[in-house]
């Protein structure tokens, strides 16, 4: 079982629709970090949190340390989020990644 | 601050001969990450260091690979008799010794194919 689960590996969404990815991990954390990847690109990190709630332009963000468990959502989404968004926590030294959930934006 | 620099960015080499890649983190940044990553995959964690001590090293890892930071500032990772499994990209990530909520800046990897 891997530290870090996403869910839904895949998502296809029209424009304009409110879009939620979700993130369980099993491990002890000290912040969980919210990464997006272009194909072909590099990782770009999104958030950072250990706590509550975090806002960036359509992007939301929160984590319930409780639950262990983390969404990312995104309002009115457009072509240009087409990406892969990876989930990381980390823990102690190391860092744990999901396997990504792969997000297409259709106009 | 030019973020984190990874060279080469591709690399195809014939199985059984040996790769080096080098990562230049964030100039401040003490700590820096190897990852591979492979299709369809998140990043596997490899190798840990903090300034020139490699403090943790993956069971991913095996004695065909190894990774310096010489001098605390730049790493190599190189791979030794390469093999067609070793095809991946390779990610470097840095961050700064601030606390453990310091945010990780990634290189935009090279990616290794073995034929």
């Known amino acids: 079982k891997n530290e870090v689960e996403q869910s839904p590996q895949n998502l296809t969404a029209q424009e304009g629709e409110f879009i939620t990815i979700n993130c369980s991990y099993s491990?002890?954390?000290?912040?969980l970090h919210w990464l997006q990847q272009h194909p072909g690109g590099g990782i770009v990190s999104l958030f950072m949190?250990?706590?509550g709630k975090k806002k960036h332009g359509r992007l939301i963000a929160t984590i319930n340390i409780q639950e262990k468990h983390s969404s990312l959502h995104i309002t009115a989404s457009h072509p240009r989020d087409s990406a892969v968004y990876i989930c990381?926590?980390?823990?102690?030294?190391?860092?744990?990644f999901g396997t990504g959930t792969s997000l297409t934006v259709i106009p | 601050d030019t973020g984190v620099s990874q060279n080469p960015r591709h690399k195809i080499t014939k199985r059984g001969q040996n790769v080096t890649f080098r990562c230049d983190p964030i100039?401040?940044?003490?700590?820096l990450y190897w990852y591979r990553q492979t299709l369809g995959q998140g990043p596997e964690f490899l190798t840990y260091?903090?300034?020139?001590?490699?403090?943790?090293k993956s069971r991913l890892l095996s004695d065909r690979f190894s990774a310096e930071r010489p001098k605390g500032s730049f790493s190599t990772l190189e791979i030794q008799r390469t093999e067609q499994g070793d095809s991946a990209m390779y990610l470097c990530?840095?961050?700064?010794?601030?606390?453990?909520?310091?945010?990780?800046?990634f290189g935009n990897g090279t990616r290794l194919t073995v034929t």
């Open positions: 990530a840095s961050s700064s010794g601030l606390g453990y909520a310091a945010p990780l800046h």
């Open positions: 491990v002890g954390i000290s912040a």
């Open positions: 949190l250990s706590s």
């Open positions: 990381a926590v980390r823990s102690g030294n190391q860092f744990y």
């Open positions: 100039s401040e940044h003490n700590r």
């Open positions: 260091f903090q300034n020139e001590a490699q403090l943790e």
